[in-house]
């Protein structure tokens, strides 16, 4: 394994590397085992990943965000044995290890040395044409593999730690990512019609307004679990919000109908028959999410593919225009006729959803 050592005048007890020595560093095939001939590298807004044939790093920025902060040696410490810890709960085999980054005489290392100067996530290298994005768009992502995904979120959602917080504070938790997503995405340096942002955060804040005792009742109800490394409040979430966002990505991938099977799986796993009014409010939600921390990236002094950023956050807003429309509907209704229907079969489908996958 090789040994970055920073040049000059500088002992190795005084050398504070700096991230891009970091980067540098992990970047380089040298700095693994003699077997490591190639390292891919990815970026995101708060993570540098590093993939080898076998094994994959992953180092945080030091970055503070509103709802994540990695700026000192021991959150970025606790942030990592967390990851490691929450997502070893459904893939054992992947998460393997958070691991420290030292110095040493020789100079940077990975694993124990002199000094620690940052930690990494270490994982197990995944089949990369067996990732859903892969199977999605070279159309073989088949019903049979989606049942088994539901089966086994069901059993995951089933066992999950419950969380319970005041009703007051749950709602304005909501109320504060409304108003993030409002905020960001009205920010006229992005040039976004204002419009269409008004009228999608308009009918969540509506709905949310209206439905305020169907979120309180799912709180009660032990409905909310955790499973967010970084932040303790996102951490409480609705499994009926996972399947929501999971069927928004497919969809934003081109693949449109995953939620019609996952989302009746995982509910009738769970007991649990919520409206479908809620399942479109969260699809809408995210979709604004998802565009808000896409258009975001531009916000950054040197803004990675910048050219990206601007239509993907179309794209989702695009997304989220049907299940506002949808919303609107529901919300116009004197009562809401669109509750979750249990079908004789144990089966639980919405009115007129579609039970095929639609490419």
Known sequence: MRHSKREGGYGWNMWTPTLEEKVAFLRDPRSYDASVQQVDVRETH???????????????KPVRFPYLDFTTLEKRRNACRAEVELNRRLAADVYLDAVPLSVSPAGLVIGEGITVVDWLVKMRRLNQGRMLDCLIAEKR??????????????????????????????????EYDLRQNRVVLLNPRFKLSPGPIRYLNGLLREFLSQKQALFVDRLKRRRI?????????????DPLEEIAYLDLECEHLGMKGIGDITRPCVMQGLRDHPPVSLFCFYRCYRAMLRARLSIA???APNARSPEKWRPQALSYLKLAAP??????????RPE??????????????????????RW
């Open 297 to 299: 990236h531009l916000l």
């Open 46 to 60: 708060m993570s540098w990943v590093f993939l080898t044939d076998s094994v994959v790093f992953k180092l945080k």
């Open 323 to 332: 299940d506002a429309r949808q919303l609107e509907a529901y919300l116009r």
């Open 336 to 357: 809401d006729r669109n509750a979750a229907c249990p079908r004789a079969s144990g089966e639980w489908f919405p009115p007129g959803a579609a039970r095929k996958i």
């Open 141 to 174: 992502l088949e019903r049979k593999c989606i049942e088994e995904l539901a089966l086994k979120l069901a059993d995951f959602y089933r066992n999950a730690h419950r969380v319970f917080m005041r009703p007051d504070v749950f709602l304005r938790h909501w």
């Open 225 to 237: 679990v955790d499973c967010l490394e970084f932040n303790a409040r996102l951490r409480i979430l």
